[in-house]
């Protein structure tokens, strides 16, 4: 029986994950999911998955989770940390036999300055010196990420890009796509996956979100060069928060490379058409609070 560990299980990407994978893997996989505490671990078999204890700052924790496993997802927080906390997980999944590593990193260019790009592309560089079969998942702005703002306010959409147009991805199609790299190695290894799938200003998406809800939404624009104080308000790591906040000044400018690519992957690598925002927001209108 192969056996597929998902970092990352009780986050948005590994969560929807360990959803694909149950939909799709057959009776000879072994779907686990990684988690760091006991709460994680309930939440996880709640959802009818088994649970295996993985905590990157705990080193001890690794080689045990990674036990038997053929096929790893490779996920890590928003810090600095994760280049450590990449390097311990590769180490024990190299020491305990793993073959094959879907690692979630993001879209950029080749020769990014940008920190929390270069981090991604130096564990994906890591991965494949360490001998491993790989395949590389670099989506771009996440319409989950967008959808947690308009939750929370449904008359409004806050970003720091102005009318720059900027490309889309869902969580659910990274998770269908990692999942079918997770469950067919050998027909994705080698392979570096950019997921974008739709293009669009955020008044664009604001228009969108007001047909779809009923109510009117707003896009308020705010000054990228605010951006980094906000975030250390908010408590995000420094260095991270200095290299996402410089990230949308580029953006801002129309500066950034391949901040508005789309590619047809999804569409491609699953046989089915990619998430629009459109979709999404339709599928998920009970989370919003309702009309005064």
Do not use: C
């Amino acid at each position: 029986m192969r056996r597929i560990l998902v970092t990352g299980a009780t986050g948005t990407v590994g969560g929807a994950v360990l959803k694909a994978l149950a939909a799709t893997a057959d009776d000879d996989v072994q779907v686990l999911g990684a988690s760091r505490s006991a709460a994680g671990d309930a939440a996880i078999a709640a959802a009818g998955h088994a649970a295996v204890r993985l905590d990157y700052d705990a080193p001890a924790t690794l080689r045990p989770a990674m036990d038997g496993v053929d096929a790893l997802f490779l996920a890590t927080g928003y810090t600095v940390d994760m280049l450590v906390q990449s390097k311990r997980a590769l180490d024990a999944a190299k020491a305990a036999g793993v073959r094959h590593v879907v690692h979630l990193g993001a879209l950029a260019a080749d020769d990014t300055p940008l920190a929390h790009f270069a981090w991604h592309q130096l564990i994906e560089r890591a991965i494949e010196a360490m001998g491993f079969s790989w395949t590389h998942l670099r989506p771009n702005f996440f319409i989950d990420t967008a959808w947690a703002g308009v939750r929370a306010r449904p008359d409004r959409i806050v970003h720091f890009v102005a009318d720059r147009p900027v490309s889309w991805i869902a969580s659910d199609d990274i998770a269908a796509v990692a999942a079918v790299a997770l469950a067919d190695p050998a027909a994705h290894a080698g392979k570096a996956y950019p997921l974008a799938s739709e293009r669009a200003t955020f008044a664009q998406v604001a228009s969108v979100l007001s047909e779809v809800t009923g109510r009117a939404v707003e896009y308020r624009p705010r000054p990228a060069a605010e951006l980094f104080a906000i975030l250390q308000r908010q408590g995000m790591e420094p260095v991270y928060a200095k290299s996402l906040a410089e990230g949308l000044v580029l953006a801002e400018t129309g500066d950034l490379p391949l901040a508005d690519a789309v590619f047809p992957t999804v569409e491609e690598v699953t046989g089915r058409p990619a998430t629009t925002w459109r979709a999404f927001a339709a599928a998920r209108l009970s989370e919003l609070p309702r009309a005064s």
